[in-house]
T-cell receptor
Framework: NAGVTQTPKFQVLKTGQSMTLQCAQD?????MSWYRQDPGMGLRLIHY???????DQGEVPNGYNVSRSTTEDFPLRLLSAAPSQTSVYFC?????????FGPGTRLTVT | AQSVTQPDIHITVSEGASLELRCNYS??????LFWYVQSPGQGLQLLLK??????LVQGIKGFEAEFKRSQSSFNLRKPSVHWSDAAEYFC????????????FGQGTRLTINP
């Protein structure tokens, strides 16, 4: 039982590049979320999903896309990376409001 | 919209001393409240949660928190801290809706002096 896994652990992008952050969970949770963590700002919700095929925007969705084709996977796509997207990204899955977090992806955009 | 405030950005306590981390929330109805801990370079781990019932909740690692509706607070306490408690602590609130979305406070970084 791996819980929530995220890849890659670290990534450096140039401005304008695109990439996908992968997230997978093996707990059969319906709810999954993506957060970004910036110093002094806590975690802010980017996008979330209440089940396969259903996604919605969170607090800071601009510049990011998500899809949920299976219960297990919830990838986050950066369409055209900007320096303002330099952050640590966490994926979480939840049941009964208890969120289980992945180890995070540290992204730097130069 | 709900919000969470953690007034203390950084707290330093001596090992063995008691600890209280403050959390204030803004939400109209009865909130679902959480405390998470993040060790350096790690993801977040749930310490404890409050949904309803007894306002004093016990969590893992010897932590407890008390829900005070009149003060809109959910402060985290530990009677005697250990060096391994050094971490960042986040308070969070959920609105009870179907999406299970959490709103997090800014976090409090805890340093332990030997």
């Amino acid at each position: 039982n791996a819980g929530v896994t995220q890849t890659p652990k670290f990534q450096v992008l140039k401005t304008g590049q695109s990439m996908t952050l992968q997230c997978a969970q093996d707990m059969n949770h319906e709810y999954m979320s993506w957060y970004r963590q910036d110093p002094g700002m806590g975690l802010r919700l980017i996008h979330y999903s209440v089940g396969a095929g259903i996604t919605d925007q969170g607090e800071v969705p601009n510049g990011y896309n998500v899809s949920r084709s299976t219960t297990e996977d919830f990838p986050l796509r950066l369409l055209s990376a900007a320096p303002s997207q330099t952050s640590v990204y966490f994926c979480a899955s939840s049941t009964n409001y208890e969120q289980y977090f992945g180890p995070g992806t540290r992204l730097t955009v130069t | 919209a709900q919000s969470v405030t953690q007034p203390d950005i950084h707290i330093t306590v001596s090992e063995g001393a008691s600890l209280e981390l403050r959390c204030n929330y803004s939400y109209g109805a009865t909130p679902y409240l959480f405390w998470y801990v993040q060790s350096p370079g790690q993801g977040l781990q749930l310490l404890l949660k409050y949904f309803s019932g007894d306002t004093l909740v016990q969590g893992i690692k010897g932590f407890e928190a008390e829900f005070k509706r009149s003060q809109s607070s959910f402060n985290l306490r530990k009677p005697s801290v250990h060096w391994s408690d050094a971490a960042e602590y986040f308070c969070a609130v959920a609105n009870g809706g179907g999406a299970q979305k959490l709103v997090f406070g800014q976090g409090t970084r805890l340093t332990i002096n030997p």
